[in-house]
């Protein structure tokens, strides 16, 4: 069978497990090498027109034309949690499987970064190394601050967001949270209080996003949110870019609603020059290249996830971490043949 890898990471012998059973496996261009150049939409259909198999990379959309296109695809696998880029609705229509890879080195990784971005918000490291570069040494103006006694509102309270949580409940800090699909006890169980957004954004000192990319989150963060927190607030954001609205953001940054933000994720990746957030004040404003949260543990247990699910779906056996279950009474039909169903 043919398995088409598109925007695979650099890791020699990633596929080994693949081709010792005998699959075909055509490499696309790696994500590294390549971030800011995304297949088109036609060149997606040659490549998976004949694939049993796609991993599909953050930079490339599996869109319906693309899933229409290949009738013998049986399932897209991601070797990282989010995908958005591909058309669940067009992969369950056509009995195709989606499958993440929700390694915990990535969850940790992301939590952790989180909360140093949020440290590093908190206790003014950008000003303080710049001025020491300069020659300057340390001045009253730019102290910062205490976390402990603050109050941290996280936005999203799944894997990512209770791992943070997790993390928080030794440093003396209020945890809020806000997650429409949690219950208060799984909040109570890793150390936040679930409240309503509008209290989360009025009464957070640092506020960090943690939800997937949906209908319900894109524009989350609008410009009337902007103004609801406390002008002594931080945002950090290493969700989804389209999460925010970038354009409120700079209003708030330039015109003091918050006092700074840290962006690992943006609209558009990677970030384009000229873009006005590059603009923004760069002591009060961080910028990491959807990165905050990478590791190599992480790139290692997401590829072997993403290459077991494969490798499961295509000996006709369901694969793990499928996201849109909906879709395997079709992919049962398809794939499975009536003895082993």
């Known amino acids: 069978m043919r398995i088409v890898a598109v925007g695979p990471w650099d890791r020699p012998g990633w596929a ?3 081709t010792a059973a005998g699959h075909e496996v055509i490499e696309g261009r790696s994500i590294e090498h390549f971030p800011g150049q995304p297949y088109s939409q036609a060149e997606m259909i040659e490549l998976c027109r004949d694939a049993d198999a796609v991993l599909v990379s953050s930079r490339d959309r599996m869109t319906r034309p693309i899933i229409e296109a290949s009738p013998r695809l049986r399932i897209i696998a991601k070797a990282t949690i989010g995908v958005e880029v591909i058309d669940l609705d067009a992969a369950t229509d056509h009995g195709i499987v989606v499958c993440n890879s929700p390694a915990l080195e990535n969850l940790v990784g992301v939590a952790e970064g989180a909360i140093a ?18 020659g300057k040494w340390r001045a009253d103006d730019r102290l910062g601050e205490l976390l402990w006694g603050k109050t941290v509102g996280i936005i999203g309270l799944g894997r990512i967001g209770a791992n943070v949580a997790r993390r928080l409940q030794t440093w003396d800090v209020r945890v809020l949270a806000t997650d429409p699909n949690v219950e208060p006890g799984h909040a109570v169980s890793v150390g936040a209080q ?9 009464e957070s000192d640092a506020i ?10 894109r524009g989350l ?17 290493s969700s989804r870019g389209p999460v925010l609205d970038e354009a409120a953001l700079c209003r708030a940054i330039r015109e003091g609603w918050i006092a700074g933000a840290a962006l690992d994720v943006f609209e558009q990746e990677p970030l384009r020059p000229g873009n006005p957030i590059l603009d923004l004040d760069p002591d009060r ?16 247990t997401g590829t072997v996830m993403a290459v077991d699910n494969m490798a499961r779906a295509l000996r006709g056996e369901l694969p793990k971490n499928i996201v849109n279950p909906e879709a395997i009474p079709g992919w ?8 082993g169903a």
């Open 208 to 217: 960090t996003i943690h939800v997937n990319l949906t209908d319900d989150t």
């Open 194 to 202: 679930l409240v309503p957004l509008d209290q989360l954004l009025a």
């Open 221 to 237: 963060m609008t410009e009337a949110r902007f103004r609801a927190m406390k002008p002594t607030a931080y945002l950090v954001n």
């Open 16 to 18: 080994a497990a693949l």
């Open 285 to 300: 404003v961080m910028l990491t290249p959807h990165a905050i949260g990478a590791n190599r543990a992480m790139r290692e």
């Open 117 to 134: 971005q949020i440290l590093a918000l908190v206790k003014r490291v950008r000003i303080n190394e710049r001025m020491l570069r300069e």
């Open 332 to 339: 049962k039909r398809r794939f499975v043949s009536p003895a």
